[in-house]
């Protein structure tokens, strides 16, 4: 047996010493070397769990004094966005609040962007995974990245098992031999057990993250910028009038809630995906990480497994989707300074690895995801790693658009050229900043 480490474990050990170096110093530099100054009274809107942020904080602040001056407000995540707008409006919102990556082109222009002099795109690239990219614009950076949740796969290890499976699928193609293990139909036609909850989309949980995922994993994209910056629907490939990974991707999808298919597996009658899950009468559920905890208590007796969001076979590189999360200072901010030294803070290796474990998803940054991880954390580190998102114009018209795509192919209203041509033009009309 070898003792010692090779070469190649050594220079391994060094290149990612020197990456969380960089990390330390950069951030060392941006928030400055007095533990004692103060940052004044910040107050930092979200919609994670108080009590987890509060518990984090808490315990941040005995090294840290500063930390003991933010104080964090749980807002309602269904209502965040319209009660941030209006607060902001009138004078009364926070001095910094917690960002997902699909409001940040929409909130751009209410955020005191970093200016690339002060904190550089190769910095934020060393420092962060490339699902925090959304957060970078043509001016500077919008928001301090924390944490992401990304995409991953819950399955039944009973429905499983009775099914004679012994694993959940890791590419594509495997998932229609499971569609037709584990859904079953009556007499009537009718399912009575479902294999995975895809093909439709108000009861299919995360539904437009994951088709944006699966266009993702075909090669295409939602949106691009344009030569001159300019965002644009990318469903369409360019030169022609088919949506060749799009159309990939959305005809995959739909194929599960396609009653003439051997596979079919969803139609729009079933009950929400997760709570299927939960309820034991699923036996794969494609949803974030944060959902791990809701389904334990929703059903502790629940025999499930997690595992990566299934691959197309022999692709280039591996991808998932999911949500980032970062601070953002508000231009209205009464203390911007102290707000942006607050956001660095938190978003330090020490608080985002305890916020991430807090929050049961995975850190935005490359030094803390680089560190060792057991079982079900260091899964959805390597998830996060590969999870790439795509810029959302505005998110609520995006999703009445998905929707509309996805319902009209399901009904038999629209071919999947057509809907997809028809989203295209629907995105087009939406404006950004």
């Not at 009274?41 to 979200?46: A, K, R």
């Not at 995540?77 to 607060?87: M, N």
């Not at 596979?263 to 974030?288: M, P, T, V």
Request: hydrophobic share 45%.
């Amino acid at each position: 047996m070898k003792t010692g480490m090779s070469i190649f474990q050594v220079i391994l050990l060094c290149v990612f010493g020197a990456f969380a170096i960089a990390g330390i110093l950069i951030f060392a530099f941006l928030i400055g070397s007095s533990n004692n100054s103060s940052i004044g009274e910040v107050v930092l809107w979200g919609t994670f769990d108080e009590t987890a942020v509060v518990t984090v904080m808490r315990q941040l602040s005995e090294n840290d004094d500063r930390l003991r001056q933010i104080i964090y407000v749980e807002k309602n995540p269904d209502t965040f966005e319209q009660e941030l707008t209006s607060a902001l409006a009138a004078g009364t919102g926070p001095d910094l609040y917690i960002l997902r990556h699909d409001y940040a082109v929409i909130d751009a222009p209410k955020i005191a962007s970093i200016p690339y002099e002060q904190f550089s795109r190769e910095q934020f690239d060393d420092l962060f995974v490339e699902a925090a990219q959304p957060f970078l614009s043509a001016d500077g950076v919008l928001a301090v990245p924390l944490v992401v949740d990304p995409i991953v796969m819950y399955w039944n290890r009973d429905l499983f098992a009775n099914a004679g499976l012994a694993r959940p699928p890791i590419f594509w193609d495997e998932l229609q031999g499971v569609a037709r293990a584990i859904s079953k139909r009556n007499d009537v036609g009718s399912l009575v057990r479902s294999a995975v909850g895809l093909g439709e989309y108000a009861n299919v949980t995360h539904a437009k993250n994951i088709i944006g995922t699966l266009i993702l994993q075909a090669g295409g994209s939602v949106t691009a910028r344009a030569s001159d910056g300019v965002l644009q629907p990318a469903l369409q490939a360019r030169g022609t009038t088919i949506a060749q990974p799009a159309q990939s991707a959305v005809s995959f999808y739909t194929s599960f809630a396609n009653p003439s298919q051997d596979i079919y597996s969803w139609n729009r009658s079933q009950k929400e995906s997760r709570e299927a899950f939960a309820s034991g009468d699923l036996g794969l559920f494609i949803g974030l990480a944060s959902d791990e905890p809701l389904i334990r208590r929703q059903n502790p007796n629940l025999n499930f497994g997690v595992a990566p969001l299934p691959q197309i076979r022999d692709a280039e590189r591996s991808i998932t989707g999911g949500y980032a999360y970062a601070f953002a200072v508000p231009r209205a901010s009464k203390n911007p300074e102290g707000a942006l030294t607050a956001a660095y803070l938190l978003a330090s290796p020490e608080a985002s690895r305890a916020l991430s474990l807090a929050f049961g998803v995975a850190s935005a940054r490359r030094d803390v995801l680089a560190e060792p991880a057991q079982g079900i954390d260091d899964l959805f580190n390597k998830m996060a790693i590969i999870a790439r998102l795509w810029e959302d114009p505005n998110p609520q018209a995006t999703d009445r658009i998905f929707r509309d795509m996805i319902e009209s192919i399901t009904s038999g209203a629209a071919k999947i050229t057509e809907a997809l041509q028809r989203a295209e033009a629907a995105m087009r009309e939406i404006q950004t900043p």
